[in-house]
């Protein structure tokens, strides 16, 4: 009977592990890292987009991708304040607009972001091929055309997962925004969000290894003919690519096996499923961590952009100076 008893409160506490951990995390993991990210990225970008605009005179192909990069990591880290709010106080009835405009936001943000700095790359490696600038892809217009069609692609890529965000509240009654990974149909959503990790992550990131690559060949072998060191510039293309590949990946695994988790002929137990949630819920931030990043790459991926905040910089401490 003790042994039985035992047995009934063991089957008890693994029934009801799954209704602890994924809120604790949403409350005091989530919240906090939202949080901590929008303090450190929303400064950084908002200088970037300013300086683009106000301080740089005149704009090549490098700067167009680099400026959209950080329009896009400004919007979405406008988003967070309102998703750290409702996880630090467990609210799961989001605004029905809001969700979706969040979730859209989010998502756009995370595969445009790989994608204009593989386009970063690629332009990087051609200039050096081409410093006259004579190939067609380094041209203003060039660059234009690439990132309207980007965005584009994007849009196309994130389209399905507005129309199952919509199906899932008209599910719950308009009441509860849930995550990519807890949508509708896990079968339905494990086959978008693989095409989705494919198309949208992989490619570019491979894109991203390969131009940089090249560029890092062609770099050391004018290092071993000019005698000239190109430390920093190997240093960045390849902290770029890496930087991606360490954070997106675990996000893209953890997504893939928490809707693999939730298959209904696997039958995993509330518990299993409850880990694996908990484990998708850390990589979330860790994946989205590029935004509060990326604007170190803005200063060195080109030293105009540089030179020219640095110029501004000097000319308000003086007009400042004189004033006083």
Not at 53 to 63: D, G, M, R, Y
Request: charged share 15%; hydrophobic share 50%.
């Amino acid at each position: 009977m003790n042994c039985s008893h035992k047995a009934k409160r063991l089957t008890s506490i693994m029934e009801n592990c799954s209704s602890v951990l994924s809120p604790l995390l949403e409350k005091y993991y989530l919240s906090p890292m939202y949080g901590l990210e929008f303090a450190i990225g929303f400064i950084g970008n908002l200088v970037v987009v300013l300086g683009y605009i106000f301080c740089l005179p005149a704009w090549k192909s490098t700067n167009v991708y680099l400026f959209n990069l950080s329009v896009s990591d400004l919007i979405f880290l406008c988003t967070l304040p309102e998703l750290s709010y409702n996880y630090a106080y467990n609210l799961q009835k989001f605004n029905t607009a809001l969700c979706m405009i969040n979730r859209y936001i989010l998502h756009v943000n995370l595969y445009s972001s790989i994608l204009f700095m593989m386009w970063v790359s690629v332009d990087r490696f051609l200039l050096l091929c081409h410093p006259q600038r004579e190939h067609i892809l380094l041209t203003l217009k060039a660059s234009l055309c690439i990132t309207i069609l980007n965005w584009i692609w994007v849009t196309v890529q994130i389209a399905p997962l507005v129309v199952f965000i919509t199906k899932d509240l008209k599910g719950n009654g308009w009441k509860v925004c849930h995550d990519f990974a807890s949508l509708g149909d896990p079968q339905v959503i494990l086959i978008y969000s693989i095409v989705l990790t494919i198309t949208g992550y992989v490619i570019p990131l491979i894109g991203l290894f390969l131009s940089s690559q090249k560029m890092v060949s062609v770099l050391v072998k004018r290092e071993e003919v000019l005698g000239t060191s190109f430390q920093r510039p190997v240093r960045t293309v390849r902290s770029a690519a890496i930087m991606f590949l360490l954070l997106y990946t675990p996000l893209h695994v953890m997504r893939n096996v928490r809707l693999t988790s939730r298959l209904p002929e696997l039958n995993l137990s509330r518990c299993v499923v409850d880990y694996i949630d908990g484990a998708y819920i850390v990589t979330r931030p860790i994946g989205f961590a590029h935004s509060a990043i990326n604007p170190v790459f803005y200063f060195l991926m080109t030293d105009s952009f540089k030179e020219a905040l640095q110029d501004k910089w000097r000319q308000i401490t003086r007009m400042i100076m004189r004033a006083s």
